[in-house]
């Protein structure tokens, strides 16, 4: 199943795209999509039911996939390809580091460059969507905590992440920063997490062209992981990291302004286009 969320920020509606491209309106049946609505359970109840029985939803806003996310986690350097361009050597193990769950926004909804920025780059990633609480899960159970997968836009400003000190954290997580969806893929429709293209433009020009092949730590591995330090809970996203081609690896360095459109997409999970904007 594809899920979604329609509507005006805040105002959003579940729903579900069908095979004919056609989204139906899921609020009768779930308070929205996320909590218990994408448990096991609760995907089972909407796969349960015929999509051609609930009412079509206009075409609108398209909103966060997932609702009350809890924890947004990113997992750095993560690809094997990324790490050699800008000159990082892969990690013994995963580099953990939170986005701020304020940063979310919809697939196409402007993304805006923070005051002071000078080096605002762009990552297309794989987003994990967890189902049921995960705590001490074994890599071989682990894809069990997982409700479903989407294109996730890591969006970060280089000089705040790595120029001032401290940790990743504040160069990643500025209003705006987390766009995710269109859809929350559920994983029985992704035969591998780990064989999915991906790639990313700006103002038409293609800047990465990678696959979830070349991640150092694949998903299982990472739910696995991070469950042994923390509880993973029905709504926490895992960004999962970016191929090569950001800004920061460009000579010379690339980086974006104000009036610049980014679109990305990956395989089967649909595809994100936002314009950034100066913050006011």
Same mark, same amino acid.
Request: net charge negative.
């Given at each position: 199943?594809?899920?979604?969320?329609?509507?005006?920020?805040?105002?959003?509606?579940?729903?579900?795209?069908?095979?004919?491209?056609?989204?139906?309106?899921?609020?009768?049946?779930?308070?929205?999509?996320?909590?218990?609505?994408?448990?096991?359970?609760?995907?089972?109840?909407?796969?349960?039911?015929?999509?051609?029985?609930?009412?079509?939803?206009?075409?609108?806003?398209?909103?966060?996939?997932?609702?009350?996310?809890?924890?947004?986690?990113?997992?750095?350097?993560?690809?094997?390809?990324?790490?050699?361009?800008?000159?990082?050597?892969?990690?013994?193990?995963?580099?953990?580091?939170?986005?701020?769950?304020?940063?979310?926004?919809?697939?196409?909804?402007?993304?805006?460059?923070?005051?002071?920025?000078?080096?605002?780059?762009?990552?297309?990633?794989?987003?994990? !969507?967890? $189902? +049921?609480?995960?705590?001490?899960? @074994?890599?071989?159970?682990?894809?069990?905590? =997982? %409700?479903?997968?989407?294109?996730?836009?890591?969006?970060?400003?280089?000089?705040?992440?790595?120029?001032?000190?401290?940790?990743?954290?504040?160069?990643?997580?500025?209003?705006?920063?987390?766009?995710?969806?269109?859809?929350?893929?559920?994983?029985?429709?992704?035969?591998?997490?780990?064989?999915?293209?991906?790639?990313?433009? !700006?103002? $038409? +020009?293609?800047?990465?062209?990678? @696959?979830?092949?070349?991640?150092?730590?694949? =998903? %299982?591995?990472?739910?696995?992981?991070?469950?042994?330090?923390?509880?993973?809970?029905?709504?926490?996203?895992?960004?999962?990291?970016?191929?090569?081609?950001?800004?920061?690896?460009?000579?010379?360095?690339?980086?974006?302004?104000?009036?610049?459109?980014?679109?990305?997409?990956?395989?089967?999970?649909?595809?994100?286009?936002?314009?950034?904007?100066?913050?006011?």
């Amino acid at each position: 199943m594809k899920l979604l969320r329609v509507g005006q920020a805040g105002k959003e509606k579940p729903a579900l795209l069908d095979s004919d491209g056609k989204i139906r309106d899921l609020s009768a049946h779930v308070a929205d999509i996320g909590g218990e609505a994408i448990s096991p359970a609760g995907l089972a109840k909407i796969a349960a039911l015929d999509p051609k029985s609930l009412p079509e939803l206009a075409e609108g806003r398209i909103g966060a996939c997932v609702a009350g996310t809890g924890k947004f986690i990113c997992i750095g350097l993560n690809f094997s390809d990324h790490a050699a361009e800008t000159g990082a050597t892969v990690p013994p193990e995963p580099i953990i580091f939170m986005k701020a769950s304020s940063a979310i926004v919809g697939p196409n909804d402007n993304v805006l460059i923070p005051r002071g920025s000078e080096k605002t780059d762009w990552e297309v990633e794989l987003g994990v !969507v967890i $189902g +049921k609480k995960a705590k001490y899960v @074994s890599e071989a159970d682990a894809l069990d905590y =997982v %409700a479903g997968y989407c294109v996730s836009h890591d969006v970060s400003e280089r000089a705040f992440q790595t120029e001032r000190s401290g940790q990743w954290t504040k160069g990643k997580s500025c209003d705006t920063f987390g766009p995710i969806g269109p859809w929350l893929v559920t994983k029985d429709e992704v035969a591998d997490p780990q064989n999915l293209g991906m790639w990313l433009k !700006v103002n $038409g +020009k293609t800047m990465q062209n990678g @696959s979830t092949k070349t991640m150092v730590y694949g =998903v %299982a591995y990472l739910v696995s992981y991070l469950s042994q330090f923390m509880s993973l809970h029905p709504g926490d996203v895992i960004s999962t990291g970016t191929p090569p081609g950001v800004g920061m690896g460009m000579k010379p360095p690339q980086y974006l302004k104000p009036g610049d459109v980014v679109e990305l997409g990956m395989e089967g999970l649909g595809t994100q286009r936002q314009t950034f904007l100066a913050d006011a």
